[in-house]
């Protein structure tokens, strides 16, 4: 958000709730001054849906945080259910093939482009993923996939597991929190995504990997 959009922000949100805006002038000027610092990475349109969202469920005055927690829960989702198409550009051409991904990436994070779904190709045993692999060719340069890996942790994972040949978890449903295939496992009243799968979740993978037939 541009420093010069919190000004119409907060007159928008004052709309609703006269306690958010300062009538004294140097209080003001330190209030855009704050919220522009903090809500900077968050889209003007998206702050003021955050707010309605806010104030159909509560009657306490919106802070900057709530509003900047929920554009990073919802960034979260969005990469989190993203597989990064492999870009158009020459990958020998390392800045602009870094360019496309991100601009790639900038486009889904924003929501101009739904997320890319989760094309499978490494959920299956080691020996299938390489035979897979070979047949389609490289997915990334893998210098690139190690740095972009702590950006795409859910999928990074995945990849590390079928290469290694270990059993994914996020291959079947959760039964303890009803997460589906594909899907971290949750916790807590707000359903927050765990970092580890649930204990029975990660048995069942194991379980069904031993059923299947070894190729």
């Not at 989190?80 to 390392?94: F, G, M, S, Y």
């Not at 991100?102 to 299956?124: D, S």
């Not at 389609?136 to 597991?161: D, F, H, K, W």
Request: proline content about 10%; some cysteine.
């Amino acid at each position: 958000m541009n420093p010069e959009e919190v000004p119409q922000l907060i007159a928008q949100i004052a709309l609703a709730d006269p306690r958010v805006k300062r009538e004294n002038e140097f209080e003001r000027r330190a209030q855009v001054l704050m919220w522009a610092g903090i809500l900077a990475d968050v889209p003007y349109d998206y702050a003021i849906k955050a707010a309605h969202e806010h104030y159909a469920q509560s009657v306490w005055p919106i802070l900057p945080a709530d509003i900047a927690t929920r554009w990073t829960a919802t960034v979260r989702d969005r990469m989190n259910r993203h597989t990064d198409p492999t870009p158009l550009a020459d990958p020998e051409d390392e800045a602009a093939w870094r360019a496309e991904l991100l601009a790639t990436r900038t486009a889904v994070i924003t929501g101009q482009t739904a997320p890319a779904p989760l094309l499978e190709l490494t959920a299956a045993p080691e020996a299938e993923v390489q035979e897979r692999l070979n047949r389609n060719g490289q997915y990334m340069p893998t210098r690139i996939g190690e740095q972009i890996a702590q950006y795409r942790p859910v999928r990074a994972e995945r990849e590390r597991l079928a290469r290694a040949g270990q059993p994914d978890p996020l291959d079947v449903r959760c039964d303890w929190c009803r997460a589906p295939a594909g899907e971290p496992c949750r916790q807590g009243k707000n359903l927050a995504r765990r970092r580890s799968s649930h204990p029975s979740r990660i048995e069942a993978a194991a379980a069904r990997q031993n059923q299947e037939p070894t190729p």
